[in-house]
């Protein structure tokens, strides 16, 4: 669910100048505190979790720590706010290049990579799911205009696959005439600004440098607008290297779906992703270049609190087992298959998706292991996306509408969509999916601040965010009352969410105000203190395993 389809969509340039962005962020308002998704809407004016108030009315209680797993794109094991927080696998011997455990993952100390391959290698520069099924499906079914006989159901599949093929192919086409001309006025523009400031090729710079710049060069002067404006669209905590990096994944992923690398799969880690045969894959390494989504996600789970450094996590006392499965790219069923079962086998209770893709070829695959993890008492939770889309018309995957009709809302899943700071009609994000019937709830995730990779800190919007807020007070609600079912924290959490009856704020993607309560099933956004007093209120009915 990358943001440079909407941070930079329409963009044009002019020279060297880029001259309008249609922007991805809300940018209009004024710039919220770094932790304002922790804040409270009535003490502090931004419409957090109510994070201060949880933990008083928790003081002097025991918790009981929580393995939360995220399924993401991978994780900085060295992450100073992250690092003490790690999940440890006590049951493997670091290095030995023994599956000692015998879970068939050898020296998972930190958790999984279902991407890695041998020599430390790693497929995650992926094509979307559409392209990879077109490919496989258009020899068979690409000259034919009608169903043969007794292949209805798989024909329509098919016309369904090209249609969405299509539409995504021609959509890549454009951003990349689009976003390319941008990536090299960017590239230029940042050297003449590091120039201007004296600094080194290899040095970045942030907002807090451009004022320092004092020239009547034309050249630099519309270098530090464009700047200017990236910047106004990033939050201030970004720097010329961290946007250019983005930018140049995304342009990555774009290109893939234009010129797929369709062996890359094969070539990297080696299995059949369209064959679940049970054979291990994958390596225990955890980090590469596009660690830093997972290591934001885990932050805002888990962060180590009030250590004088960085931010703190919702939930205070976790352990993160990290799975990397999504690649930049389109995650492939197996893999979430996979990950699901591997965090549900391994001690996790939580686990957090911050993923979503628009076919899923084998979702019986993924539904099984979303029933394996219920059968577990584990609860997943996750991104709704980031597409301005009525999940009730268009849902995204995964989701618990099971393939196999036996249930249309699994009690352990939570679909999050993402609301911003201010009580307003900006309330909801302006990317954020919903759905009276398919999203559950809202959470903080426009303008939210996380640490990044490498001791750096990333303000971004997406359900991505929203999805781990509520993932930490999922955490924190079953550390302190430890009894409750998976079914009982999803009601927790829902319950907890007051409906913003009379609340009327501009419908994602549109100009037009609806109510807020119409874009999930609750009508309300997540509050970590609520939460904790609903579960007081409980007795629990989690059993043993």
């Known amino acids: 669910m990358h943001k440079f389809g909407r941070l930079f969509s329409g963009a044009v340039l002019c020279?060297?100048?880029?001259?309008?962005?249609?922007?991805?962020?809300?940018?209009?308002?004024?710039?919220?505190?770094?932790?304002?998704?922790?804040?409270?809407?009535?003490?502090?004016g931004f419409f957090g979790i109510s994070a201060k108030q949880a933990y008083l009315?928790?003081?002097?209680?025991?918790?009981?720590?929580?393995?939360?797993?995220?399924?993401?794109?991978?994780?900085?094991?060295?992450?100073?706010d992250l690092k003490p927080v790690l999940w440890t696998n006590t049951k493997?011997?670091?290095?030995?290049?023994?599956d000692d455990d015998h879970n068939g993952y050898v020296d998972d100390i930190h958790g999984w990579n279902f991407l890695g391959?041998?020599?430390?290698?790693?497929?995650?520069?992926?094509?979307?799911?559409?392209?990879?099924?077109?490919?496989?499906?258009?020899?068979?079914?690409?000259?034919?205009?009608?169903?043969p006989a007794g292949s209805e159901k798989d024909f329509a599949y098919w016309e369904k696959v090209k249609l969405t093929y299509e539409t995504t192919v021609k959509k890549s086409k454009d951003e990349i005439e689009q976003l390319q001309p941008a990536m090299n006025a960017l590239m230029a523009t940042s050297g003449y600004i590091k120039?201007?400031?004296?600094?080194?090729?290899?040095?970045?710079?942030?907002?807090?440098?451009?004022?320092?710049?004092?020239?009547?060069?034309?050249?630099?002067?519309?270098?530090?607008?464009?700047?200017?404006s990236v910047f106004d669209q990033e939050g201030g905590g970004a720097t010329n290297a961290k946007i250019i990096t983005d930018l140049s994944e995304y342009?990555?992923?774009?290109?893939?779906?234009?010129?797929?690398?369709?062996?890359?799969?094969?070539?990297i880690v080696g299995d059949d992703p369209n064959v679940q045969d049970g054979k291990p894959y994958g390596s225990n390494i955890l980090k590469f270049a596009d660690a830093s989504h997972g290591t934001g996600v885990a932050g805002l789970i888990a962060a180590v609190r009030n250590n004088g450094y960085g931010l703190n996590g919702v939930a205070d006392n976790v352990r993160i087992m990290a799975i990397k499965a999504v690649p930049n790219g389109d995650e492939y069923d197996k893999d979430i298959a996979n990950a699901i079962r591997y965090a549900t086998d391994n001690g996790a209770?939580?686990?957090?998706?911050?993923?979503?893709?628009?076919?899923?070829?084998?979702?019986?695959?993924v539904d099984a292991a979303i029933k394996y993890a219920a059968s577990k008492d584990v609860l997943l939770i996750q991104a709704s996306g980031n597409d301005n889309l009525d999940m009730d018309a268009t849902p995204e995957y995964p989701n618990d509408i099971f393939a196999d009709g036996t249930g249309t809302d699994a009690d352990n899943l939570i679909s999050?969509?993402?609301?911003?700071?201010?009580?307003?009609?900006?309330?909801?994000?302006?990317?954020?999916?919903?759905?009276?019937?398919?999203?559950?709830?809202?959470?903080?995730?426009?303008?939210?601040?996380?640490?990044?990779?490498?001791?750096?800190?990333?303000?971004?919007?997406?359900?991505?965010?929203?999805?781990?807020?509520?993932?930490?007070i999922a955490a924190l609600v079953l550390e302190y009352y430890p009894s409750l079912s998976a079914k009982q924290l999803k009601q927790v959490l829902l319950e907890s969410a007051t409906p913003l009856t009379g609340t009327m704020v501009l419908k994602p993607g549109t100009k037009n105000k609806v109510a807020f309560t119409t874009l999930s099933k609750t009508g309300g956004i997540v509050n970590a203190y609520r939460a904790l007093l609903a579960a007081s209120k409980l007795k629990g009915e989690r059993v043993a395993i």
């Not at 940018?27 to 998704?37: C, L, N, T």
């Not at 928790?58 to 060295?78: L, M, Y």
């Not at 939210?448 to 359900?463: H, I, M, Q």
Request: proline fraction near 5%; aromatic fraction near 8%; glycine fraction near 8%.
């Open 15 to 44: 020279g060297a100048l880029l001259s309008n962005f249609s922007g991805f962020a809300q940018v209009s308002a004024p710039e919220p505190p770094k932790a304002w998704h922790l804040m409270d809407l009535k003490t502090d």
């Open 57 to 80: 009315f928790v003081a002097g209680k025991k918790s009981k720590q929580v393995v939360v797993a995220t399924i993401d794109s991978g994780i900085d094991t060295a992450q100073a």
């Open 92 to 98: 493997e011997i670091p290095g030995n290049g023994i």
């Open 117 to 147: 391959g041998p020599g430390g290698k790693c497929d995650f520069t992926e094509t979307t799911e559409e392209v990879r099924e077109y490919n496989r499906l258009k020899e068979k079914y690409d000259k034919l205009v009608s169903a």
């Open 195 to 228: 120039r201007a400031l004296g600094l080194k090729p290899d040095a970045s710079f942030t907002v807090k440098d451009l004022p320092r710049i004092k020239t009547t060069n034309d050249t630099i002067t519309q270098s530090k607008y464009v700047w200017q």
């Open 251 to 267: 342009l990555a992923k774009l290109n893939n779906d234009v010129n797929p690398d369709l062996d890359a799969r094969k070539r």
């Open 349 to 365: 209770k939580i686990i957090n998706m911050s993923f979503g893709k628009k076919l899923s070829p084998h979702k019986d695959w």
């Open 416 to 472: 999050v969509g993402a609301s911003s700071a201010k009580f307003d009609e900006n309330l909801a994000g302006s990317f954020s999916n919903y759905g009276q019937r398919n999203v559950d709830v809202f959470a903080p995730g426009v303008k939210v601040t996380s640490v990044d990779t490498d001791a750096e800190f990333n303000t971004a919007d997406g359900t991505s965010f929203a999805s781990p807020i509520t993932a930490g």
